[in-house]
Nanobody
Framework: VQLVESGGGLVQPGGSLRLSCAAF????????MGWFRQAPGKEREFVGGISWSGSITYYADSVKGRFTISSDNAKNTVYLQMNRLKPEDTAVYFC????????????????????WGQGTQVTVSA
């Protein structure tokens, strides 16, 4: 199982980025996916997730209305569209795959996920 994130970089406040997470050797179409982030000196936090069916998404309050998660089963890829970025969004962003298949809800806790990417750095700065 391998999850590979891409799309991170440096962006000015108010700008946008789209992160991608490609899944290999993973039952992507039957697994919920999550995005997490970790800023220096802080604990990892849940950003948002999407159900295995793609019909349900859930976001942390800090990003609700600015970030959107989507998935493409044909490409085994999940995306995180980040708009109106703020300096406090600066962090390493990780995607993660649910350890359970066809969970009826979007998991929000780290222990629910057992596959993790290596992370991609997002820096929001003028």
């Amino acid at each position: 199982v391998q999850l590979v994130e891409s799309g991170g970089g440096l962006v000015q406040p108010g700008g946008s980025l789209r992160l991608s997470c490609a899944a290999f050797g993973f039952t992507f179409s039957s697994s919920a996916m999550g995005w997490f982030r970790q800023a220096p000196g802080k604990e990892r936090e849940f950003v948002g997730g999407i159900s295995w069916s793609g019909s349900i998404t859930y976001y942390a309050d800090s990003v609700k209305g600015r970030f959107t998660i989507s998935s493409d089963n044909a490409k085994n890829t999940v995306y995180l569209q980040m708009n109106r970025l703020k300096p406090e969004d600066t962090a390493v962003y990780f995607c993660a795959g649910d350890r359970s298949l066809r969970r009826p809800v979007v998991p929000i806790g780290g222990p629910a996920f057992d596959s993790w990417g290596q992370g991609t750095q997002v820096t929001v700065s003028a």
